[in-house]
Nanobody, 128 residues
Framework: QVQLVESGGGLVQSGGSLRLSCAAS????????MGWFRQAPGNEREFVAA????????AYADSVKERFTISRDNAKNTLYLQMNSLKPEDTAVYYC?????????????????????WGQGTQVTVSS
């Protein structure tokens, strides 16, 4: 069974940086997409970034391009999200997730409903 555990959230001032981690277990993750989503109170869960675990593609939300970077450590089965130049509107609970069906066709979904496995989330709060 796939398990995802996020860490690294916290409180940071506007303009600061944080790195989120997502430790993944329970699969080889050889053909899937792994991504980050976020959800602020009262809002729907929104796409942040994702990539194909085999390195075949990467996608970012327009709101985080040039500021956030998704990466992985294959040896540790860990997904990262480096967040720079943080803004108050980045405040949310951040989740990592895994998607298999569309990734099998080389597609990276930006729809949270397509993702099958989720971590518990980590809170990121950016103060102004």
């Amino acid at each position: 069974q796939v398990q995802l555990v996020e860490s690294g959230g916290g409180l940071v001032q506007s303009g600061g940086s944080l790195r989120l981690s997502c430790a993944a277990s329970g699969d080889t993750f050889s053909r899937c997409a792994m991504g980050w989503f976020r959800q602020a109170p009262g809002n729907e869960r929104e796409f942040v970034a994702a990539f194909m675990w085999n390195g075949a593609g990467t996608a970012y939300a327009d709101s985080v391009k040039e500021r956030f970077t998704i990466s992985r450590d294959n040896a540790k089965n860990t997904l990262y999200l480096q967040m720079n130049s943080l803004k108050p509107e980045d405040t949310a609970v951040y989740y990592c997730a895994v998607e298999y069906a569309l990734a099998n066709y080389g597609l990276i979904s930006r729809n949270f409903r397509d993702y099958s496995y989720w971590g518990q989330g980590t809170q990121v709060t950016v103060s102004s």
